[in-house]
């Protein structure tokens, strides 16, 4: 278990609908990360966030969005979707002082857009 | 040319083999290499990083990065059915406050008793 929670476990809806999933991170973390993987793709950056702040941003499309609290919970929202958004969501947190490299990653949310 | 290319595998083995795992990258700015283990229905976890150039050392892992072919390795020693899992090479730069890290598609290792 590396202390990184994320809910929903699973999410199906249907095309054009908004979702919102959740990532609570690592106690004392400040790092937040998103994370899109799929088979074609593999595992693709998104956002990160530092806290509450956005710092960096990779492939993350414009239907696409995320904040993170006072609390350092983060929220990645997913609206007008499309079949192929369906995928696994990570969300990952980050010890202050690392750079960024060991990032403990949640147990996903498997996301099945029909 | 992806940044980051990775063999997918998948990658059979008997116990007790020797495993190399590789990765060849594009982008120069590279400085963090890390391998990633993720097994099925998992997160990924991280097994082990290193900075620039040289080999590190932990248990049965040896991480290598040669930098001047853009070529990192990953070798398991007397594998066990346990190591099973997806291999995800991953990198970034050196740069500042921006902890994008650019992953391979991971290779998928089975070990058999």
């Known amino acids: 278990d590396s202390g990184v929670t994320q809910t929903p476990k699973h999410l199906i809806t249907a095309t054009g609908q908004r979702v919102t999933l959740r990532c609570s991170p690592r106690?004392?973390?400040?790092?937040v990360y998103w994370y899109q993987q799929s088979l074609d793709q593999g595992l693709q950056f998104l956002i990160q966030?530092?806290?509450?702040?956005?710092?960096a941003k990779g492939n993350i499309l414009e239907r696409f969005s995320a904040q993170q609290f006072p609390d350092l919970h983060s929220e990645l929202n997913l609206s007008s979707l499309e079949l192929g958004d369906s995928a696994l969501y990570f969300c990952?947190?980050?010890?202050?002082?690392?750079?960024?490299?060991?990032?403990?990653f949640g147990p996903g949310t498997r996301l099945t857009v029909t | 040319q992806k940044e980051v290319e990775q063999d997918p595998g998948p990658l059979s083995v008997p116990e007790g083999a020797i495993v190399s795992l590789n990765c060849t990258y594009s982008?120069?700015?590279?400085?963090?290499f890390m391998w990633y283990r993720q097994y099925s229905r998992k997160g990924p976890e991280l097994l082990m990083y290193?900075?620039?150039?040289g080999n590190k050392e932990d248990g049965r892992f040896t991480a290598q990065v040669d930098k001047s072919s853009k070529y990192i390795s990953l070798f398991i020693r007397d594998s066990q059915p346990s190591d099973s899992a997806t291999y995800l090479c991953?990198?970034?730069?050196?740069?500042?406050?921006?902890?994008?890290?650019?992953f391979g598609k991971g290779t998928l290792l089975t070990v058999n008793p």
């Open positions: 990952a947190s980050s010890v202050s002082g690392t750079s960024g490299i060991e990032q403990y």
């Open positions: 106690s004392g973390d400040l790092s």
């Open positions: 966030y530092y806290n509450g702040e956005e710092r």
């Open positions: 982008n120069s700015a590279f400085q963090y």
């Open positions: 290193t900075y620039s150039s």
């Open positions: 991953a990198m970034r730069d050196s740069g500042g406050s921006n902890y994008k890290l650019t």
